[in-house]
């Protein structure tokens, strides 16, 4: 059982001591390796390491090819400022051939996660002989999984999987009594950017989340280019989150007077304060006429979009 501390009880700065005193005594004189996403709980936790362990800490960006638009390099000069080096690691390979022909969603987080802990992160720390893998799972991640609802990418120990035993290192989770709002606090007070900090949530699946049946590099791509334009025409709206869902149906459109069997954009956008339970927004409907107008004209073979109307249960913020 995880001792969860709400927001009313967080002291942060009390935290970010007994979290870096933690990290410091696990690791010793060794070293830790962290994969950095540039989500928000990855970013806190790789400040948390660079303050507690410094040049022991070792920092990735796995290019798993699920990523947004330009993620990597953004993410590797906002930290650069703060004095992190992140080295990019280029996997896109690895992860394409292992989602290969895989349709149901649980195989695909198990193919996701497999190649990112046991492949790509067993392969990296192996050259590195680092004994600890910093990890910013929360306490959401954790009760989603607990309750069967989705196994999150990024849960091994109260599904019994020994990360010792199954992929060679420990994993240090010095966020996993917080949920997102906590983490937030945690990540103003460790010197993040806003930036950083209030970004929406965003899988550890990452895109292939968004990716209904085969998650290929061309489907891939094409919620790749939704999502730009949907994250900027929603990024003022104050939701939780939103996102954009490639479906696998086809529908018929036209384009330039002839027929063309397209494929289905939808968009989420929610409402929520933790996740656990989500409303969609009520976004003015000249928004969503914008969103539609955009993502049909720019994001090839794209001749459907959709709102989701659903609340979170029975829905779930991710489409799969
Ligand atoms: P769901 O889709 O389960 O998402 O309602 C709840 C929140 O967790 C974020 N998130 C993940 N979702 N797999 C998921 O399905 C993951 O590995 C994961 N990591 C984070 C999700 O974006 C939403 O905010």
Redesign the pocket.
């Known amino acids: 059982m995880i001792n969860e501390i709400t927001l009313e009880q967080q002291n942060t700065v009390e935290f970010i001591r007994a979290k870096t005193d933690e990290i410091r005594a696990a690791v010793g004189e060794g070293i830790a390796i962290n994969a950095l996403s540039g989500?928000v709980?990855s970013s806190v936790v790789t400040m948390l390491g660079h303050l507690a362990l410094g040049k022991q800490l070792r920092t990735v960006f796995i290019e798993n090819g699920l990523m947004r638009e330009g993620e990597a390099n953004r993410v590797r000069s906002l930290f650069q400022e703060l004095g992190v080096t992140v080295e990019v690691i280029d996997a896109r390979r690895e992860f394409f051939a292992a989602l290969k022909g895989i349709t149901d969603p649980e195989e695909k987080?198990e193919a996701i996660t497999q190649t990112f802990y046991k492949e790509v992160f067993g392969r990296i720390v192996r050259e590195s002989q680092a004994r600890f893998l910093l990890q910013g799972t929360?306490l959401?991640?954790i009760d989603?999984t607990v309750a069967g609802?989705?196994?999150?990418?990024?849960?091994f120990e109260q599904l019994g999987i020994d990360p010792q035993k199954a992929f060679g290192y420990k994993i240090l989770e010095p966020l996993i009594q917080l949920r997102?709002e906590g983490v937030r606090k945690v990540g103003a007070a460790v010197g993040l950017p806003a930036e950083l900090f209030a970004r929406?949530?965003?899988?550890?699946?990452a895109l292939a989340?968004r990716v209904i049946g085969e998650v290929t590099p061309e489907r891939v791509d094409t919620v790749r280019k939704a999502t730009v334009i949907v994250e900027r025409h929603l990024q003022h709206t104050g939701a939780?989150?939103y996102?954009a869902i490639l479906h696998l149906d086809r529908v018929t459109g036209m384009r330039d007077g002839k027929r063309d069997f397209g494929q289905q954009i939808e968009i989420r956008c929610?409402d929520?304060k933790d996740?656990?339970q989500?409303t969609p927004t009520a976004l003015p409907f000249d928004l969503l006429r914008q969103l539609g107008d955009e993502i049909t004209a720019s994001v090839p073979g794209v001749v459907s979009v959709t709102y989701n109307i659903a609340s979170?249960p029975p829905?779930?913020?991710?489409?799969?």
């Open positions: 989500g709980d987080r929360i959401t991640d989603e609802i989705k196994r999150q990418h990024n849960v997102k929406i949530p965003f899988p550890g699946p989340a939780f989150q996102l929610w929520s996740a656990r989500a979170k829905s779930t913020i991710e489409a799969i």
